[in-house]
Every structure is written in C-alpha cells, then in structure tokens.
C-alpha cells in the first residue's frame, strides 16, 4: 500500500514537472513568435504580423500583449478611405479585436481611441456618437475623460449647425460707406434645417455644460461653449428674435473670455514646463 501511494506521489510530481516545463517552452515560444510578429509589421507584412501574434496567443493565451498585436495588425490592414465592402470588413474586424482589449482592460486608451477612429472612417456615425456617448455617461470612467467625449459631442453639434447657418444662401454679406463688412443672417428656405439646427444647437449646449461640469478648466469646452453660443445667436437672428441675439452674444463674449484666460494659463504652463526641462542637467 506504502509502495503504491509512493509510486502515484512520483507520477503526480513527474504530470506537474512536464505540465510546468511545457508551460514555460509555450510562454517562450509565445514571445519569440511575437518578436516575429513585430518584425513582420515593421517590414509592412502585416498579415503575417497577425499570424504570428494569433499563434502567440494560441501558444500563451495569459499573455497581455498578443491582443494588442492582433488588434493593431488587423487595424494595419484597414486602408483609410477606400470603401470597398472587404475593406470594412477589416475595419470591424479591427474594432471587435479592440473590443476584446477592452473587456479585460476598460482603461485602455489606445483601444478606445482606435474603436472611435475606425467607426469614424467607415462613415459609421450612428454607432461612432454611440461609443463616444457610451464614455461621457459612464460613471466609472475619470471625469476628465469624460469631459473629453462631451466635447466630441458637442462639436459634432457644433458642426451640423454651422453647415446650415454658414450656407451662402442663408447669410448676407453687406458694405458699408467706409468699406467695412458685415454679416446678416436669415431663415432657411426649408423650415426643417432651421428646426435642425436648433436642436443640434440646444443638444450642443447640454453637452458642453456637461463637459464644463467634470472638467471647468477643460479650454476646448470652453471654446466650443463659445462657438456654440455664437450658433444660438445666428439662430436667434433668423428667427427674427433681437434680445435673444443679444443675450447669446453676451454670453458668447464671455465665454471666450474664459477661454483665453484658459488659454494663457495653459502657453505660461507649458513654457514653464519646457524653462526646467532644458534647466535640468543632462543625466549621465
């Protein structure tokens, strides 16, 4: 009976011996595959780059890093504004592989980032204002961050009202006698742009609040705060309503107030931070 538990206890430790020296050649072979990985993405292979980060990850499916490679050789072969239906495939091919990063690592800026990049480029926008929306209104992520996508929201706002105010037909150039220019704004012909405008104008605003409200010393906000005020004006003018004119006005004007002081405040920080650099002696 000794003599037989004796016998299981040498197998049982010899199982775990193999297991664990298996473990760590596979970890080895993991690695050495993604160095080839990122010798093949230098030399712009960017398919064999992925081959060789997926068989590192088949190879040690606990290493961090082989999701990464696969994700960026994937993303490497999306080719920007070609909208061929292979081709944007390889862009969602791209954004699930980041998806996958993020599921296990939320934080993760340059999966985020790169998620909001492709859906961009596929002309995605309904889902690239969801992704974005996704972060401004998640309590766990830092309210800076979260700041940083209200803005992005707010200055898509931005723009879908500027592309309707700024059109030739809905504004009037004017001289005066001292040769000096100025700019009226009148209704669109379709009611409906007008009707748009608004609300990309009102849905701006609450955003930048927001934006304004997790981060006050965030200067894009504040700028785009300023913009979006300047909409709110032109709209007012076209809709014939002269105090309300005024008052975005006002509000705009001290908006960009704010904005410059934010903008100083950041050029005197920066200078500084650049002064000690080159004060600090080199490190040997």
Request: glycine fraction near 2%; aromatic fraction near 6%; proline fraction near 4%.
């Amino acid at each position: 009976m000794k003599l037989s538990q004796t016998r299981i206890a040498i197998v049982l430790a010899v199982l775990v011996m193999s297991s664990s020296g298996c473990g760590v050649i596979n970890r080895i072979r993991s690695k050495n595959a993604l160095n080839e990985a990122a010798r093949a993405y230098r030399e712009g292979h960017f398919e064999e780059a992925e081959q060789y980060s997926r068989r590192a990850q088949e190879l040690d499916p606990d290493n961090k890093t082989a999701p990464q490679f696969i994700a960026r050789t994937i993303h490497a072969q999306y080719r920007p504004g070609v909208q061929a239906p292979e081709n944007i495939a390889k862009a969602r091919e791209a954004i699930e592989a980041y998806q996958k990063i993020l599921e296990k690592n939320p934080k993760d800026e340059e999966a985020y980032k790169a998620i909001a990049y492709l859906y961009g480029a596929i002309k995605e926008d309904d889902k690239l204002k969801q992704w974005i929306s996704s972060r401004a209104t998640s309590d766990a992520v830092e309210p800076e961050k979260r700041a940083e996508a209200y803005v992005v929201l707010a200055s898509k706002d931005w723009d879908c009202s500027y592309k309707i105010t700024e059109l030739p037909s809905n504004k009037v150039t004017s001289i005066d006698a001292n040769n000096k220019a100025s700019v009226s704004y009148k209704k669109p012909k379709e009611q409906k742009e007008f009707d748009n405008a608004q609300v990309c104008v009102k849905r701006g605003l609450e955003e930048i609040e927001n934006a304004i409200k997790f981060d006050p010393n965030n200067e894009s906000a504040w700028s785009y705060k300023t913009n979006l005020l300047l909409e709110a004006s032109k709209l007012a003018e076209m809709d014939g309503k002269t105090d309300l004119k005024a008052e975005y006005q006002k509000q705009s004007e001290a908006a960009l107030k704010r904005t410059t002081e934010l903008s100083l405040a950041n050029k005197k920080k920066k200078e500084e931070a650049e002064a000690k650099k080159s004060a600090s002696p080199p490190k040997t």
